[in-house]
């Protein structure tokens, strides 16, 4: 088989793969199944295996094609003895085959935009960082056999031997020696792309329970995917608060858990002061995320907090997301506060409700739909 088809069958393997996780991809999304297989570059998905259809030789010596038991026309069935798929007892249906595949977050963010019709986004910060691509496009004088230019070095060969007038053309014989070889070289091209931050901030108080922060955690799995794939240069900060906030890491927030107050205001107040320590407006392209169950210590505090959007966050993020995932402690009035204030058209600022793991595709689609 040649290296040409198999790329072919390859390209044709990985186009039914992307294929079957689009088709699917609600219950990816639900389950949260391949956040925990994610490495720095590829993400390993678990997919229905496609199985091949094979003949199975029964164990009787039989005396060659088409001979044994049976009249023509009969189906072809396997030997008594054949054991089926599956586990406990003894059934007649097979189990389930699973294929882990290896899909790079690229492609990932690829199928992702694809079914829910994400834009492109249109970076505003003008901050950039370079990135290196190397491609063989040069040619050089020396290299390994494996990167050898046969074409090349073809030409260098004829070129010498028509110059000492050792080519003969009534009997062409091409002979290279080691000074005409000639292998292909890479070129290192540098160019800059827009820079980003996401910051996280989460209710870690006593109403938001295990649920709600998985919700969360595999809801920021496929944000991180999407705008990953539209900026190059990415950070990631992560504040926790209850009555006060403070920045973690990412482990420590998904698995934290407070039992006091809930004071909004805290978060958005370290939010700020990350951003105008680190990240200024003018180069960088910011969005915050806030993920609560909608309580609030008082109303003056989400009056605070409003203010802090009006006056501070708005006009420094791209957009600002606030996602209300819902418990049954939980009071969602800070939803409707900030609907009643921003109303449902704000340029910068996007509303969602998230129900439970059904609604994640839809709250992930609010958030990433302006391509801001």
């Known amino acids: 088989m040649s290296i040409y088809n198999i790329k072919r069958d390859h390209s044709r393997f990985r186009q039914i793969v992307k294929g ?36 199975r030789f029964g164990d009787r010596e039989q005396g060659g ?31 389930e085959h699973m294929l882990d595949v290896d899909l790079t977050l690229q492609e990932l963010a690829e199928i992702l935009g694809e079914e829910l019709a994400l834009p492109r986004i249109e970076p505003r910060g003008h901050k950039t960082v370079k990135a290196k691509t190397e ?16 074409k090349r070095t073809f030409k260098e060969t004829l070129r010498r031997q028509i110059a000492s007038g050792t ?9 290279p020696i080691r000074r005409d070889y000639r292998f292909r070289s890479w070129k290192t091209d540098e160019k800059h792309e827009n820079s980003a931050v996401i910051i996280y901030m989460m209710d870690v108080s006593g109403s938001m329970g295990d649920e709600q922060k998985e919700i969360v955690r595999t809801e920021a799995f496929w944000i991180d995917t999407w705008l990953r794939s539209q900026y190059k240069g990415i950070e990631t900060r992560y504040i926790i608060h209850d009555a006060t906030a403070r920045e973690v890491d990412e482990d420590t927030f998904f698995k934290t ?22 990240y200024g407006p003018s180069d960088w392209n910011i969005y915050p995320f806030h993920f609560s169950d909608g309580d609030n210590w008082s109303g003056e505090d989400t009056r605070l907090c409003l203010d802090l959007l009006d006056k501070s966050l708005l006009p420094m993020s791209n957009q600002f997301c606030y996602g209300q995932v819902e418990s049954r402690y939980g009071s969602g009035q800070f939803y409707k506060d900030l609907k009643e204030h921003f109303g449902t058209s704000h340029e910068r600022v996007t509303l969602s409700k998230i129900e439970n793991k059904e609604g994640i595709l839809q709250s992930i689609k609010e958030f990433l739909g302006k391509g801001k």
């Open 257 to 278: 858990r407070e039992s006091g107050g809930t004071l909004i205001s805290s978060a958005y107040k370290l939010c700020e002061k990350i951003i105008e320590t680190d």
């Open 20 to 55: 079957k996780i689009k088709q699917d991809l609600k219950k990816y999304v639900t389950n949260g199944e391949m956040i925990g297989r994610k490495g720095k570059d590829l993400v390993s998905i678990p997919i229905p295996q496609i199985e091949i259809p094979r003949f």
């Open 167 to 175: 080519y003969d053309a009534k009997n062409p014989i091409i002979v």
């Open 65 to 95: 094609t088409g001979q044994g038991e049976g009249k023509a026309g009969d189906p072809i069935n396997g030997q008594p003895g054949d054991q089926q798929d599956g586990e406990g007892q003894a059934g007649n249906q097979a189990g």
């Open 135 to 150: 491609r063989y496009t040069a040619i050089a004088n020396q290299g390994p056999n494996s990167l050898r230019h046969f």
